[in-house]
C-alpha cells in the first residue's frame, strides 16, 4: 500500500509549537500518517519528535496550524473519545495503584463507560497481556514492582485495553536493555500486522526504526526534514541531513 | 442552653495589672536568651514577636469590648468578614502556585465552610438571641476560622504536590480517555486526607493530652468545668464540620486548576 492510495490516519498541516520561553518545538510542520502504516519519527534529541506525538492524542496543543484524524480536526473529536481510539504508550509508563490486573481494569472501564462502548472491541485482559507478551499470571503482581520491561509490556497491554485504532509510543525502549528492547519492538511489529493497529513511534535507534516501520519520518530543530517509505529513508534519502544522520548515523 | 454569666465570672478571676504582665514576659525573654546562646538567630524575632502579640491582642481586647458594648449585627458581621479575608490571606500567602486565584478558591471555602458551620450552630445548637450576639459569634468564628484556615492550606499544599509527584500517573490516566477528576482522584483524595487528619487527631486526644484553650480560659474565667466541657464538646463538632466543608470545596475546586479545557496538564 502506498501513501496515495490509503486513508489518512492523521494529517498535519503548518502545525507550530511554541514552549513557555518562546523556543519553538515545532515549526512549520506538515506530515501525513497513513492508517495501517507503522511510521517511525527519528531524530536527534530536541528535534521535537515527543513534542509531536504529544499533540497526536491532544496530550498537548498546538500553537497553530491543524491536525485532522480520520478527516475530522481534532479539536472536533471528543478528547476522550480521541484519546480512547489513539492510545500513547510513555517512555517511563506510570503503573497505577493496585495489581497488573487492576491497572487493565481501569483502562476497561473507562472504555466500557464511553458513549459507543458497544461499537468497541474490548478485548479480554489475557488476551491483551497475552498481545503485549505479558504472561498472564502477571496479573495478579504488584504494578509497582514490576521491572522497566515489564512495565513497558504491561502499558501496552493496558492501551490495547481501551481497543484503540492507533497505538502512539514515545521511546518505549530507550529506558531498556538492548535485548528487552528488541522483545518489545517484536510485540510492537507482531501488533500492527495483527490487529491493523496504526502505529506512530518515536525512537533514537534507528536500527528499531529500520527493523519496525513501513515510514520513517526524520526531524531536526523543530522541522520534518523528510518522510517517505523506510527503506528509501535509509538507502537513498534526497536531503542531505537527512542522509547524513541515516546513513552515517550522525 | 445555660449562658455563662460574666458578672458572676469577674468576681472569681485574678485581675492582671500591666506589672503581672511585665513578670510574664520575663518567660519571653528566656527564650530569646536561649535563641543566642544557641545562635538560633531568632531573638529578634521574640523580641518583635512578643510586641506584636501585646499590641494585637490589645487591639483585639478593645475591639470585642466595642463590640460587645454597642451589639450592632452590622458591625459584628463586618468583624467576621476581616477575620475571614485575613485568614483566606494567611492560607494562600506562602502557597506556591496559582496564589490569585486560590485566594479565591480558599476564601470561598472558607466562606461556606465556617460559615455554614457557624450559622448553624448559631441557630440550631445555642439558639442565640440576637443572633448576632458577638460575644459568642466572635470567639466560636475565631476558633471556627483559624482550623478552616489550617484545613484550606493543607488541602491546597498538598494537592499542588500530590499532583507535582503524580503527573506521569495522572496523565497516563488522561491518556486513556479519563476524565481530570478520574485521573486526579487518588491526589484529591490523599490531600483531603492531609487536611482533615489534623482534626481527627484533635478529636481522639481532646481532654487527655490537651486542654484547649477556650476550654481552660472559661475554667480560668469562673465557671463550671462541666459547662466548659459541654461549650468544648459543641467547638470540636464544630471544627470537625467546618474543617471537613472548607478542605473538599478547595481540593475539588483548586484540582480544575491544574487541566486545561482540553483536558490536558496544565504545564509547570
Given at each position: ?27 512549520d ?26 499533540l ?80 498472564p ?20 497491554a ?71 517509505p ?13 542522509r ?7 | 442552653?445555660?449562658?455563662v ?19 510574664a ?48 449585627w ?127 487527631n484533635?478529636?481522639m ?64
Amino acid at each position: 500500500m502506498t501513501a496515495a492510495d490509503a486513508v489518512t490516519a492523521f494529517s498535519l498541516r503548518q502545525v507550530q509549537q511554541i514552549r513557555g520561553d518562546d523556543v519553538h518545538t515545532l515549526r512549520d510542520v506538515d506530515l501525513d500518517i497513513p492508517r495501517g502504516e507503522v511510521v517511525a519519527l527519528v531524530g536527534p534529541s530536541g528535534a521535537g519528535k515527543t513534542s509531536l506525538i504529544r499533540l497526536l492524542n491532544r496530550l498537548d496543543s498546538p500553537a497553530s496550524g491543524s491536525i485532522t484524524y480520520d478527516g475530522s480536526l481534532i479539536e472536533t473529536i471528543p478528547v476522550r473519545e480521541l484519546r480512547r481510539r489513539v492510545a500513547f504508550v510513555f517512555q517511563a509508563p506510570a503503573m497505577f495503584p493496585g495489581t497488573v490486573a487492576e491497572n487493565l481494569a481501569v483502562a476497561r472501564d473507562l472504555a466500557r463507560a464511553a458513549p459507543n462502548a458497544g461499537a468497541i472491541k474490548i478485548p479480554e485482559p489475557d488476551e491483551a497481556l497475552h498481545l503485549a507478551g505479558v504472561d498472564p499470571a502477571f496479573a495478579s503482581r504488584d504494578a509497582q514492582s514490576l521491572s522497566g520491561g515489564e512495565r513497558q509490556r504491561v502499558s501496552i497491554a493496558r492501551a490495547l485495553m481501551t481497543g484503540p485504532e492507533t497505538l502512539l509510543l514515545d521511546e518505549p525502549t530507550s529506558a531498556l536493555d538492548p535485548d528487552v528492547a528488541d522483545h518489545i519492538i517484536a510485540t510492537v511489529r507482531m501488533l500492527a500486522a495483527s490487529m491493523q493497529l496504526t502505529v506512530v513511534m518515536v525512537t533514537h535507534r534507528l536500527e528499531e526504526a529500520r527493523a519496525v516501520s513501513t515510514r520513517t519520518v526524520f526531524m531536526e530543530a523543530a522541522r520534518v526534514i523528510e518522510a517517505g517509505p523506510t527503506e528509501t529513508m535509509f538507502t537513498a534519502p534526497t536531503n542531505e541531513r537527512a542522509r547524513n544522520f541515516l546513513l552515517r548515523g550522525k | 442552653m445555660m449562658l455563662v454569666a460574666p458578672q458572676t465570672a469577674s468576681s472569681s478571676v485574678l485581675a492582671l495589672s500591666w506589672l503581672d504582665l511585665a513578670f510574664a514576659g520575663a518567660l519571653v525573654i528566656v527564650a530569646m536568651a536561649i535563641s543566642a546562646w544557641q545562635r538560633l538567630g531568632l531573638a529578634r524575632g521574640f523580641a518583635i514577636g512578643a510586641v506584636r502579640a501585646v499590641v494585637q491582642l490589645v487591639a483585639v481586647g478593645y475591639v470585642l469590648t466595642y463590640l460587645i458594648a454597642t451589639r450592632r449585627w452590622y458591625l459584628v458581621l463586618l468583624t467576621l468578614l476581616v477575620m475571614l479575608v485575613a485568614a483566606t490571606k494567611t492560607a494562600t500567602d506562602r502557597q506556591k502556585r496559582g496564589r490569585a486565584k486560590l485566594f479565591v478558591i480558599s476564601g470561598t471555602a472558607m466562606l461556606i465552610g465556617a460559615g455554614v458551620t457557624l450559622a448553624y450552630v448559631d441557630v440550631i445548637v445555642l439558639r442565640l438571641h440576637p443572633w448576632y450576639d458577638p460575644q459568642y459569634l466572635i470567639p466560636l468564628f475565631g476558633m471556627i476560622i483559624g482550623n478552616a484556615m489550617n484545613g484550606a492550606a493543607l488541602a491546597a499544599d498538598r494537592l499542588n504536590s500530590e499532583m507535582e509527584l503524580r503527573r506521569g500517573e495522572v496523565e497516563a490516566y488522561l491518556a486513556l480517555g479519563a476524565s481530570p477528576a478520574r485521573a486526579s482522584a487518588e491526589a484529591v483524595r490523599r490531600a483531603l486526607v492531609a487536611a482533615i487528619m489534623p482534626t481527627l487527631n484533635m478529636l481522639m486526644v481532646v481532654g487527655l493530652v490537651s486542654l484547649p484553650g477556650m476550654m481552660t480560659g472559661q475554667i480560668i474565667g469562673g465557671s463550671s468545668p462541666l459547662t466548659a466541657v459541654r461549650y468544648q464538646i459543641v467547638v470540636v463538632f464544630m471544627l470537625a464540620g467546618a474543617v471537613a466543608m472548607t478542605s473538599v470545596v478547595v481540593a475539588l475546586w483548586y484540582r480544575g486548576t491544574f487541566f486545561t479545557a482540553a483536558e490536558q496538564l496544565v504545564s509547570r
